[in-house]
C-alpha cells in the first residue's frame, strides 16, 4: 500500500459526459501528481499541483481540469468524453522537497475510466 | 523536452542476469527512477539514482552515468514473479526549490521471464 488514495476505482461512462476522479495523497505529502495510461501505452503526464497551486502542465486536454485543495487532496476533472478517454488514471505524491526523503514519486492503484 | 529511450522487450531464463538500459536527453536532471509495473497495476518504486555509480538493493541494482545520460536496471537471479514492464523516469525541473520536479517517464520495458 502506497498510501495514495483514488476514488473510484472503476468507472464506466457514455460519450459526453462529465466525470470527476478523486486522490488523496501520502500523509504530509505536498506534491500530487496526475498520469493518463492508455492500453499498451506509457505513463503520460497530465498536471501537478503543490500545496494547492498548479506547477506543471503537461499533455493535458482543455476538457480536462484539476485542482488541489487546502486539504491536499486533489480531483481530476474530465468533460465533454470521448472513447478515446478510456483509460487508467493515475494520481502520485510527494514530499516535494528538494532532499532525498521528499524525491520519490508513490502511486495510487489508478482508476480505470471505460468510455462507452 | 525530455526524451527517454528504453528496449521495448525482453525476454530472459529464470536464476538468470538481466540488464535493462535507458537513455535519457533532459534539460534540469535532477535524478533517476525505476519502477516495476505490473500489467493493469499502479507502478512501484524500485530505485532512485542521483549521483553517478551503481546502487544495489537486493536482487536489483541501478547504475548512473549523468555525462553519458545513461541508466541501466541490473535484476538478478530473475524469478517468475519479475515478469512486469520497468520504467525509467527521469527527475526534471527548470527551477530548484520544493515542489519544482516533475517525472518523466519511459515508455517501459516489458520483461518476460521464462522457466
Known amino acids: 500500500d502506497s498510501g495514495v488514495t483514488q476514488t473510484p476505482k472503476h468507472l464506466i461512462t457514455a460519450t459526453g459526459q462529465r466525470v470527476t476522479l478523486r486522490c488523496s495523497p501520502r500523509s504530509g505529502d505536498l506534491s500530487v501528481y496526475w498520469y493518463q495510461q492508455s492500453l499498451d501505452q506509457g505513463l503520460q503526464f497530465l498536471i501537478q499541483?503543490?500545496?494547492?497551486?498548479?506547477?506543471a502542465k503537461g499533455n493535458i486536454l482543455e476538457r480536462f481540469s484539476a485542482q488541489q485543495f487546502p486539504d491536499l487532496h486533489s480531483e481530476l476533472n474530465l468533460s465533454s468524453l470521448e472513447l478515446g478517454d478510456s483509460a487508467l488514471y493515475f494520481c502520485a505524491s510527494s514530499g516535494g522537497s528538494g532532499g532525498p526523503s521528499g524525491n520519490t514519486i508513490y502511486f495510487g492503484e489508478g482508476s480505470w475510466l471505460t468510455v462507452v | 523536452g525530455q526524451n527517454i529511450d528504453q528496449p521495448t522487450e525482453m525476454t530472459a531464463t529464470e536464476g538468470a542476469i538481466v540488464q535493462i538500459n535507458c537513455t535519457y536527453q533532459?534539460?534540469?536532471?535532477?535524478?533517476l527512477f525505476w519502477y516495476q509495473q505490473h500489467a493493469g497495476e499502479a507502478p512501484t518504486f524500485l530505485s532512485y539514482n542521483v549521483l553517478d555509480g551503481l546502487e544495489e538493493k537486493g536482487r536489483f541494482s541501478s547504475f548512473l552515468s549523468r555525462s553519458k545520460g545513461y541508466s541501466y536496471l541490473l535484476l538478478k537471479e530473475l524469478q517468475m514473479k519479475d515478469s512486469a514492464s520497468y520504467l525509467c523516469?527521469?527527475?526534471?525541473?527548470?527551477?530548484?526549490?520544493?515542489?519544482?520536479?516533475?517525472?518523466?517517464f519511459g515508455k517501459g520495458t516489458k520483461l518476460s521471464v521464462i522457466p
Open positions: 533532459t534539460s534540469g536532471f535532477n535524478g
Open positions: 499541483y503543490y500545496n494547492g497551486e498548479e506547477r
Open positions: 523516469a527521469v527527475r526534471w525541473g527548470l527551477y530548484s526549490g520544493a515542489g519544482s520536479y516533475q517525472l518523466t
